[in-house]
């Protein structure tokens, strides 16, 4: 039996976990499964006068459902 994984890892799962890697890469990978830093959806605080972005991990398929979203929420108006 394959073991299914989340499209989405929330930025307080990973950021202080091994897959903290993933911010100096631009993504991971978990059990065979790609994920990359979402800046498009993410939270941005300034911290000291910096702006800090806090970005989730999502699975190229969470994305291509989200810009799918998008496009039928763009036509519906």
């Known amino acids: 039996?394959?073991?299914?994984?989340?499209?989405?890892?929330p930025y307080d799962a990973w950021s202080n976990s091994q897959l903290?890697?993933?911010?100096?890469y631009g993504g991971c990978?978990?059990?065979g499964k790609h994920y990359i830093l979402d800046f498009d959806n993410c939270e941005m605080k300034i911290i000291n006068g910096e702006e800090k972005y806090f970005p989730d991990l999502?699975?190229?398929?969470?994305?291509?459902?989200?810009?799918?979203?998008?496009?039928?929420?763009?036509?519906?108006?």
């Open 29 to 31: 990978q978990l059990n």
């Open 58 to 77: 999502i699975s190229p398929e969470e994305v291509k459902r989200r810009k799918n979203n998008n496009k039928n929420d763009k036509t519906r108006i």
């Open 20 to 24: 903290s890697i993933a911010r100096h």
């Open 1 to 9: 039996m394959t073991q299914q994984f989340a499209d989405v890892i």
